[in-house]
């Protein structure tokens, strides 16, 4: 990329926002300038979707797998933006790049928008796009990542797929938050969901994984397919280690061996305790700490990688 966009300062904030750059309405913003009406139906209505990429060591991973899913979770929704997957890439490269983040959370974003007459017809909306990077953030802290998470299984139900697609990134989260308090008054980090049988589905911001026998399985319903999820079934084909996608029962989870989540924010991140119970001999896994080491290993791999174009100074 030749020469980096214009870094708008509308006026100074004095509220505290994480570092980064965000761009909306055509123009590149610290991230305290990004601002969004009321008005529109992604804040009223939760009516939007998304994405989230991680920027590692100055590279996107996987981007392109981040873009078709952003993509196809548009034209589900019936809503369109005014840029192609390339150009998506290209804003997001300059979010970055801007930012002079080395390793970052990168979301974008498109909302039904809003409607100049303030029609409830989400067919008369402007549909907006949104993108920011701000420093990588992790569903596990430092501790967690060492020690492992204490996982809540709790009754609390995933929206079910038929009133809202999973597989479709986006905001319907109250059931998510209602799991998180559940799981903070039994003292845990934080919340399994169930689906509609009562199984396992996924967690705020993560795919579960549970290993028996040195079997790994995770739901195939109920649950965003996601890029993470997906690495991990890569890295098992590539290890030789069985890996199978089907319904998880919780009895089956609180059984296994070895339990970790999986996200774009933290990668694979292990789970040593169960609704108060040590999973296995309560400690790190031997099998995840291999995918875990595999994970970050495979951000080298140049396929893989999207490397940023940071302006000259910040090299
Ligand atoms: N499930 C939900 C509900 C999520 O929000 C996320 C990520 O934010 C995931 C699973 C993991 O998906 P990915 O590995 O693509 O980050």
């Given at each position: 990329?030749?020469?980096?966009?214009?870094?708008?300062?509308?006026h100074?904030?004095?509220?505290?926002?994480?570092?980064?750059?965000?761009?909306?309405?055509?123009?590149?913003?610290?991230?305290?300038?990004?601002?969004l009406?009321?008005?529109?139906?992604?804040f009223?209505?939760?009516?939007?979707?998304?994405?989230?990429?991680?920027?590692?060591?100055?590279?996107?991973?996987?981007?392109?797998?981040?873009?078709n899913?952003f993509?196809r979770?548009i034209?589900?929704?019936?809503?369109?933006?005014?840029?192609?997957?390339a150009?998506?890439?290209?804003?997001?490269?300059?979010?970055?790049?801007?930012?002079?983040?080395?390793?970052?959370?990168?979301?974008?974003?498109?909302?039904?928008?809003t409607?100049?007459t303030?029609?409830?017809?989400?067919?008369?909306a402007?549909?907006?796009?949104?993108?920011?990077?701000?420093?990588?953030?992790?569903?596990?802290?430092?501790?967690?990542?060492?020690?492992?998470?204490?996982?809540?299984?709790?009754?609390?139900?995933r929206?079910?797929?038929?009133?809202?697609?999973?597989?479709?990134?986006?905001?319907?989260?109250?059931?998510?938050?209602?799991?998180?308090?559940?799981?903070?008054?039994?003292?845990?980090?934080?919340?399994?969901?169930?689906?509609?049988?009562?199984?396992?589905?996924?967690?705020?911001?993560?795919?579960?994984?549970?290993?028996?026998?040195?079997?790994?399985?995770?739901p195939?319903?109920?649950v965003?397919?996601?890029?993470?999820?997906?690495?991990?079934?890569?890295?098992?084909?590539g290890?030789?280690?069985?890996?199978?996608?089907?319904?998880?029962?919780v009895?089956?989870?609180?059984?296994?061996?070895?339990?970790?989540?999986?996200?774009?924010?933290?990668?694979?991140?292990?789970v040593?305790?169960?609704?108060?119970?040590?999973?296995?001999s309560?400690?790190?896994g031997?099998?995840?700490?291999?995918?875990?080491?595999?994970?970050?290993?495979?951000?080298?791999?140049d396929?893989?990688?999207?490397?940023?174009?940071?302006?000259?100074?910040?090299?």
């Amino acid at each position: 990329m030749s020469k980096l966009p214009i870094l708008s300062q509308r006026h100074i904030d004095p509220r505290s926002y994480p570092p980064g750059v965000a761009y909306m309405d055509g123009q590149y913003l610290p991230m305290q300038e990004a601002k969004l009406s009321v008005l529109d139906y992604g804040f009223l209505h939760s009516d939007a979707t998304y994405d989230v990429v991680h920027v590692w060591k100055g590279a996107f991973f996987r981007l392109d797998d981040h873009l078709n899913r952003f993509f196809r979770g548009i034209e589900e929704l019936h809503m369109s933006i005014p840029y192609d997957q390339a150009q998506v890439a290209e804003i997001l490269h300059n979010c970055v790049a801007l930012s002079e983040l080395r390793n970052a959370y990168v979301e974008f974003i498109c909302t039904r928008g809003t409607s100049p007459t303030f029609s409830r017809d989400p067919r008369d909306a402007e549909n907006r796009f949104i993108a920011f990077a701000i420093p990588f953030g992790s569903v596990a802290n430092k501790e967690q990542m060492e020690h492992g998470l204490h996982l809540a299984v709790t009754d609390v139900l995933r929206i079910p797929p038929s009133s809202v697609d999973p597989t479709i990134k986006n905001y319907h989260w109250l059931d998510m938050v209602k799991g998180l308090y559940a799981a903070y008054d039994q003292g845990a980090d934080t919340a399994v969901l169930v689906d509609g049988n009562g199984n396992v589905s996924e967690g705020p911001g993560f795919n579960v994984f549970a290993i028996r026998d040195g079997v790994v399985s995770t739901p195939d319903t109920s649950v965003l397919l996601g890029i993470t999820r997906q690495t991990i079934f890569d890295i098992c084909a590539g290890l030789g280690i069985q890996c199978r996608t089907q319904d998880v029962s919780v009895t089956a989870l609180k059984a296994a061996d070895e339990v970790f989540v999986t996200s774009t924010a933290g990668g694979v991140m292990p789970v040593t305790k169960v609704d108060g119970q040590p999973v296995g001999s309560g400690v790190l896994g031997t099998l995840s700490k291999t995918i875990l080491a595999k994970y970050w290993e495979m951000h080298d791999d140049d396929t893989l990688r999207d490397v940023v174009p940071y302006p000259e100074a910040a090299e």
